[in-house]
T-cell receptor
Framework: GNSVTQMEGPVTLSEEAFLTINCTYT??????LFWYVQYPGEGLQLLLK?????DKGSNKGFEATYRKETTSFHLEKGSVQVSDSAVYFC?????????FGKGTRLHILP | EAGVAQSPRYKIIEKRQSVAFWCNPI?????LYWYQQILGQGPKLLIQ????????DSQLPKDRFSAERLKGVDSTLKIQPAKLEDSAVYLC???????????FGPGTRLTVT
């Protein structure tokens, strides 16, 4: 079946550090891939997406590249800010369903 | 444009009691979703509506959970009777149509004691 595996948190970094959150997926066919972010007390927001192999999604300084050969969609940011503290969910869209990973909590220290 | 509204934001009940959650989707959105998010896990789809019809309720525990979207706009999700394992955040989302971006509400945090 379709599934998403992402690195467990919490991840704690200092401000301006480089961020990577790993995500791999299992799916039939070619799903679309997403990263969602959930800030404290708020609902999920779509951060970025990629719909086909080698596509790069980007938003707010975050990037992720759809790698079919490694079935991965790792989230990266070159310099994190305190305001990036949140929970990040990797997800795939297939057969009219979104399948979410378990989420990775990110803490950024000033 | 107003986002997806949910109420209440928090609810504490005892096991075997009943509870209902309300969702008002973004105006004009035909598709509405209810998700359950247990602590430490990603959201899991419970039910999907297209207008006022059910598209997918395969993951809804129908012995205790029910949902309706009578006029194809607002929706309610009910649990009766609640169990301890129902403690979770219940998220509502809507999209313009099937296959389009889903917009999530802030969720209702349910604690069953």
């Amino acid at each position: 079946g379709n599934s998403v595996t992402q690195m467990e948190g919490p991840v704690t970094l200092s401000e301006e550090a480089f961020l990577t959150i790993n995500c791999t997926y299992t799916a039939t066919g070619y799903p679309s891939l997403f990263w969602y972010v959930q800030y404290p007390g708020e609902g999920l927001q779509l951060l970025l997406k990629a719909t086909k192999a080698d596509d790069k999604g980007s938003n707010k300084g975050f990037e992720a590249t759809y790698r079919k050969e490694t079935t991965s969609f790792h989230l990266e940011k070159g310099s994190v800010q305190v305001s990036d503290s949140a929970v990040y969910f990797c997800a795939l869209y297939r057969d009219d369903k979104i399948i979410f990973g378990k989420g990775t909590r990110l803490h950024i220290l000033p | 444009e107003a986002g997806v509204a949910q109420s209440p934001r928090y609810k504490i009940i005892e096991k075997r009691q009943s509870v209902a959650f309300w969702c008002n989707p973004i105006s004009g959105h035909a598709t509405l979703y209810w998700y359950q998010q247990i602590l430490g896990q990603g959201p899991k789809l419970l039910i999907q509506f297209q207008n006022n019809g059910v598209v997918d309720d395969s993951q809804l525990p129908k012995d205790r959970f029910s949902a309706e979207r009578l006029k194809g706009v607002d929706s309610t999700l009910k649990i009766q009777p609640a169990k301890l394992e129902d403690s979770a955040v219940y998220l509502c989302a809507s999209s313009w149509d099937r296959g389009y971006e889903q917009y999530f509400g802030p969720g209702t945090r349910l604690t069953v004691t």
